[in-house]
């Protein structure tokens, strides 16, 4: 089955401090690999995503992430967290095939709480 | 702003009756997406559309349809409700439905069966 896992459901990091949300894919052949940002009552918002070539991706809002094909994981970070980051993170992954539309498939998803 | 709407905002609802959901994509996306957000699911998808035409379906049951029109909103029908459909159920958008492309996800339409 193809699948995205999220293994932490809270990641807490004192503002200021680098962050990692972690997120490890399982699908054949190479993924197209995605992260969203869902705030309270709101509808989620784009961040970044992988599709091919340079392993770093740079998103909004400082966010970056790293394309790993050893590791199979697509980790959020960014090097100084705000309490502002604070929500809920999803990543998500379209497996590489042709036809058949892309749905996204998200992982379970993991809390961010960035404290003073 | 992702430049997705969805109506309404809020619904409530009693078990055994039909509710309609809608979306408007950004302009010029040709392709709608639905999925479902609950807490025991997480976030699902339900259908996708391009240009009117179904382009893939996912997890949607048989009481749930969907449809898109000539102007490109599209409408989400579920009937028979049960306290279970309660979720928040978002729409996205994309220019022509492509792997790579990014889904822009409207702010959802939270339904509450009870």
């Known amino acids: 089955a193809q699948s995205v896992a999220q293994p932490e459901d809270q990641v807490n990091v004192a503002e200021g401090n680098p962050l990692t949300v972690k997120c490890t894919y399982s699908?054949?052949?190479?993924?197209?690999l995605f992260w969203y940002v869902q705030y309270p009552n709101r509808g989620l918002q784009f961040l970044l995503k992988?599709?091919?070539?340079?392993?770093l991706v740079k998103g909004s809002y400082g966010f970056e992430a790293e394309f790993n094909k050893s590791q199979t994981s697509f980790h959020l970070k960014k090097p100084s967290a705000l309490v502002s980051d604070s929500a809920l993170y999803f990543c998500?992954?379209?497996?590489?095939?042709?036809?058949?539309?892309?749905?996204?498939?998200f992982g379970t998803g993991t809390q961010l709480k960035v404290e003073l | 702003d992702s430049g997705v709407t969805q109506t309404p905002k809020h619904l409530i609802t009693a078990t055994g009756q039909r509710v309609t959901l809608r979306c408007s994509p950004r302009?010029?996306?040709?392709?709608v997406y639905w999925y479902q957000q609950s807490l025991d699911q997480g976030l699902q998808f339900l259908i996708q559309?391009?240009?009117?035409?179904?382009?893939a379906k996912g997890n949607i049951l048989e009481r749930f349809s969907a449809q898109q029109f000539p102007d490109l909103h599209s409408e989400l029908n579920l009937s028979s409700l049960e306290l279970g459909d309660s979720a928040l159920y978002f729409c996205?958008?994309?220019?022509?439905?492509?792997?790579?492309?990014?889904?822009?996800f409207g702010p959802g339409t939270r339904l509450l069966v009870l």
């Open positions: 699908v054949s052949g190479n993924p197209y």
């Open positions: 996205a958008s994309s220019v022509v439905g492509g792997v790579t492309e990014t889904q822009y």
């Open positions: 302009s010029g996306d040709l392709s």
């Open positions: 559309y391009y240009n009117g035409e179904e382009r």
């Open positions: 998500a992954v379209i497996p590489p095939r042709r036809g058949g539309g892309n749905k996204l498939t």
């Open positions: 992988y599709i091919t070539g340079d392993n």
